[in-house]
């Protein structure tokens, strides 16, 4: 699952796709109504492949919580954020055991729901590791693509004078 264009941007609800980089900020569109907004440099955006979920061990990417979200869900959508805490803290669990819930708060855990089914609702919820026939798919197109002969530009001498 690649999470590397959504973004969350703070004061702003749902999530964002970056499209254009500016010169004093970008120019991101919502997943929710697919409106584009400009975002200054001073805004607080968080990438959700820079986020992390804190464990006992240490910390999960939100990428492996939330394909562990799909692989319990089926791909399918995950329970509201809507729902009360003891439920989401129990569902959570269930999805990451070892999470550290001194650290991670049940706002926490409602994002995470809440962002997983928006990713859901608009078919973001993709395999992380392509299946082996796919994988096999991908190899033998390449072994058709033929090999091109590379030239390299030949080098100019010039002959001294003596």
Do not use: C
């Not at 955006?45 to 692989?71: N, R």
């Not at 926490?108 to 919820?125: E, R, S």
Request: hydrophobic letters at 40%; charged letters at 30%.
């Amino acid at each position: 699952m690649n999470l590397e264009k959504i973004l969350a941007i703070s004061g702003k609800p749902g999530l964002y796709v970056l499209q254009v980089q500016t010169r004093t900020g970008f120019v991101a569109e919502s997943l929710v109504d697919g409106k584009k907004i400009t975002v200054n440099l001073k805004s607080n955006v968080s990438l959700l492949s820079e986020i992390s979920i804190y464990t006992y061990e240490g910390e999960k990417p939100l990428a492996e919580i939330i394909q562990k979200m799909a692989d319990k869900e089926s791909k399918g959508p995950a329970l509201s954020h809507k729902e009360d805490n003891a439920k989401l803290i129990a569902y959570f669990k269930e999805i990451l055991p070892d999470y550290d819930e001194e650290r991670v708060y049940p706002s926490d855990i409602k994002k995470v729901l809440n962002w997983y089914n928006m990713l859901q609702a608009k078919g973001l919820i993709v395999d992380a590791v392509p299946t082996p026939a796919v994988a096999d798919e991908v190899v033998s197109s390449l072994d058709e693509i033929p090999a091109t002969e590379v030239k390299t530009p030949a080098k100019k001498v010039k002959a001294k004078k003596e």
